[in-house]
Structures are given as structure tokens and as C-alpha cells.
């Protein structure tokens, strides 16, 4: 299973990015997705995920600032974030589960190499 990460960078305060992330060997319509970020020293966080179905959470931190969404089509799934602040500066990962609770266990899901986001003040 692979996981690639893509779409970081440096973007200033208040702008937007959108994270794309393609996977592999897995069956990806069966999955729940999700994106977790982590900043140095600080706790690990589960962003936003989307079920099989199409539903949807998002982390109070992020949410209303960003959108979770997946084409099955393509094996991918996207995290478009708006409305950046500083302290989302982190690197994200993208992540894959057979179930939430799987997903929101980091020893429990694929993930695979972050995409590090940078937002200047």
C-alpha cells in the first residue's frame, strides 16, 4: 500500500493550499481517508476524514476552514484548506483505514510521507 502526499508549501496568512493524495494497493472506495498533521511539539491531530460514503468530520481546529474530499475514480483524496493561519504549520499526512476508529489510531492506519505546510504571519 502507498500513500503519496502532495500540494505543501509556504503560503502566507489567510491563504489558501490544497493537499492531493494519491494511494495505491489498496481498494480505495472501501476506505475511510483522512488527513492528520503534526507540528514540532505538538500532539498529533486527525484534521479531517471522509467515509466510504461520503461522510465527513472535521477537527474543531479546522473546521469550516477546510474541506475533505475524495474521486474515487482517481484513488485520491484532497484537503483544501482556507483562510491559513500560523498555526496550522505542520506537516500533513494523508492516511487510510477499513474504519474510522482505525483511522484515528496512528498505528492502525497506512500513511504515508507528509507534505509540510508552512504559513507565514
Known amino acids: 500500500v502507498q500513500l503519496q502526499a502532495s500540494g505543501g508549501g509556504l503560503v502566507q496568512a489567510g491563504g489558501s493550499l490544497r493537499l492531493s493524495c494519491v494511494t495505491s494497493?489498496?481498494?480505495?472506495?472501501?476506505?475511510?481517508m483522512g488527513w492528520f498533521r503534526q507540528a514540532p511539539g505538538k500532539q498529533r491531530e486527525l484534521v479531517a476524514a471522509i467515509t466510504s460514503g461520503g461522510s465527513t468530520m472535521y477537527a474543531d481546529s479546522m473546521k469550516g476552514r477546510c474541506t475533505i474530499s475524495r474521486d474515487n475514480a482517481k484513488n485520491t483524496v484532497y484537503l483544501q484548506m482556507i483562510s491559513l493561519k500560523p498555526e496550522d504549520t505542520a506537516t500533513y499526512y494523508c492516511a487510510a483505514a477499513a474504519t474510522l476508529g482505525l483511522l484515528t489510531r496512528w498505528e492502525s492506519n497506512y500513511r504515508g510521507q507528509g507534505t509540510q505546510v508552512t504559513v507565514s504571519s
Open positions: 494497493g489498496l481498494t480505495f472506495r472501501n476506505y475511510v
